[in-house]
């Protein structure tokens, strides 16, 4: 069994950073890839940013790119997601989730889950 926790949530200025944490229990880390999502309300929940198994493929989706970076820490089996330049718009819950080897995109095709974490950016 899988389980993913994310820390590191909170409220932060237009313009600000915030360093989001996703601790993943279990030897299936080694070989999973783990990705970052969020969901705004009312709307649905979309990919951000992920990192393959082995942390050497990252993807990032547009609204993020230049501004967000995920690393992995295999030593300590956590994903952390280091958003810089936080916009309004950056405002939702944000989820890590992970499956075996590869990134993708469709957030259906994703395993495990944690609980969220809330960030908000305030103009």
């Known amino acids: 069994q899988v389980q993913l926790v994310e820390s590191g949530g909170g409220l932060v200025q237009a313009g600000g950073s915030l360093s989001l944490s996703c601790l993943v229990s279990?030897?299936?880390?080694?070989?999973?890839?783990v990705g970052w999502f969020r969901q705004a309300p009312g709307k649905e929940r979309d990919f951000v940013a992920g990192?393959?198994?082995?942390?050497?493929?990252?993807d990032y989706a547009d609204s993020v790119k230049g501004r967000f970076t995920v690393a992995r820490d295999n030593a300590k089996n956590t994903v952390n997601l280091q958003m810089n330049s936080l916009k309004p718009e950056d405002t939702a819950i944000y989820y890590c989730a992970a499956r075996r080897w590869t990134i993708v995109n469709r957030t259906s095709a994703w395993d495990y889950w944690g609980q969220g974490t809330q960030v908000t950016v305030s103009s």
């Open positions: 990192i393959s198994w082995t942390g050497s493929t990252t």
């Open positions: 279990g030897r299936a880390f080694s070989n999973a890839a």
